[in-house]
């Protein structure tokens, strides 16, 4: 029988753990280029397999509802969000968080 902790697993990870797991991200993000006497005031992120990234262009060319949930709690703590899509040769999709 399966578990409620793997069921949970299973399903994976919720907005607010995303978020967090988004929070982790920017802070090594900063201190990896303050270690290399950069100063940064954005991250881009995109789909990315690895690191279930999906939140920020899931379906592909178009945000999701998560997407813009995940927009308002970033903006109430005072980042700045927005979706960047350019097609040129290739297309480039991301979301550009700014403090």
């Known amino acids: ?16 753990e995303k978020l967090e797991a988004l ?6 993000f900063i201190e990896e280029n303050k270690a290399q006497g950069r100063t940064v005031r954005e991250l881009r992120t995109g789909w990315d397999y690895k690191e279930d990234r999906s939140l920020w262009i899931e379906g592909g060319y178009e945000t999701s ?23 040129g040769q290739f297309v480039d999709m991301y979301t550009s968080i700014s403090w």
């Open 1 to 16: 029988m399966l578990t409620a902790s793997e069921a949970r697993e299973l399903s994976g990870r919720t907005l607010d």
């Open 23 to 28: 929070g982790e991200r920017i802070k090594s």
């Open 65 to 87: 509802d998560e997407w813009y949930e995940a927009k308002k709690k970033l903006e109430q703590l005072g980042y700045k969000v927005q979706f960047n899509y350019y097609e």
